[in-house]
């Protein structure tokens, strides 16, 4: 079953739309990628999926529903949000930033979290491994652990849909592994159905049940990445000469780049070897 519709959609900042004639789908307990270069629609298309942007035509259903005809509160229960980048304005503590999930859940701004909320916060807190740091600031933390918090009060709102865009980001790459790691126990212990945009290639092709590729703000091609990508594919949409392998964990193919005096090398050599 679709959770998430997309169809014909157009949408952006002012009357030239970033993304045209968009089409998706995203099922219950999918992992769906959506690559493509910078320019390319990806966080655009992720806030128009949620209405965040002023410009919006098409069709977008939720579990079924017209976004446009649903209220904000209606919106939170459906899906949740991990932007790009966060830096902190206000002084919260992680626990007061996870709990703020709940606040579509009260009656008004000033009632209290009931215990069902409290432990969802607990809970989120201890899924994502955050819950020692509770108290802290968030401008304590480091950016992974920052990006952890965020998916946690993503996870505290309780919702069937998660919405990341660029997870890893300005992450090393022990904590671009484990923001991945922890989304695929997501989706396989608790049935999330994700959808992320990324630019890292690499890193979302082994968790990834599905890609789509974005150009120009049009869906250039989608699959599964191990029927899907091609060293042509790839130039096609970056620009870029590489070379497919197969990384030895996963069985699944590995990108590589070729630079561009390599590529001359192994150009003269077919060349010599044809003689």
Do not use: W
């Amino acid at each position: 079953m679709n959770l998430l519709t997309v169809e014909n959609l157009e949408a952006g900042y002012d009357s030239r739309p970033v993304v045209s004639n968009l089409n998706l789908t995203l099922e219950g307990g999918e992992f769906l990628s959506v690559c493509g270069p910078n320019g390319s629609g990806k966080s655009t298309l992720v806030k128009a999926i949620q209405g965040l942007v002023p410009f919006i035509k098409g069709k977008i259903l939720i579990d079924g529903q017209n976004l446009f005809q649903m209220k904000a509160a209606q919106i939170a229960t459906k899906l949740a949000y991990v932007p790009q980048v966060f830096e902190p304005v206000f002084d919260f503590t992680v626990e007061e930033t996870v709990a703020m999930a709940r606040y579509h859940r009260q009656a008004n701004r000033f009632s209290h979290l009931s215990d069902l909320d409290k432990q969802a916060v607990e809970e989120a807190m201890g899924i994502v491994l955050v819950y020692k740091l509770k108290h802290k600031k968030l401008n304590e933390l480091s950016g992974g652990e920052r990006q952890r918090v965020l998916i946690a009060r993503a996870l505290a709102q309780d919702t069937p849909i998660l919405l990341l865009d660029e997870p890893s980001s300005h992450l090393d790459l022990n904590f671009q592994l484990q923001i991945y790691q922890l989304l695929k126990r997501l989706q396989e212990e608790k049935g999330k159905a994700i959808l992320v945009a990324e630019h890292n290639l690499n890193l979302v092709i082994p968790y990834s049940s599905r890609l789509i590729f974005l150009k120009d703000g049009r869906v250039e091609a989608e699959g599964k990445p191990a029927s899907l990508l091609t060293e042509e594919l790839i130039k096609r949409i970056f620009q870029v000469d590489v070379e497919l392998r197969e990384n030895r964990s996963t069985r699944l193919p590995e990108i590589s780049l070729i630079h561009t005096d390599t590529k001359k090398e192994l150009q003269e050599k077919e060349s010599l070897s044809k003689r």
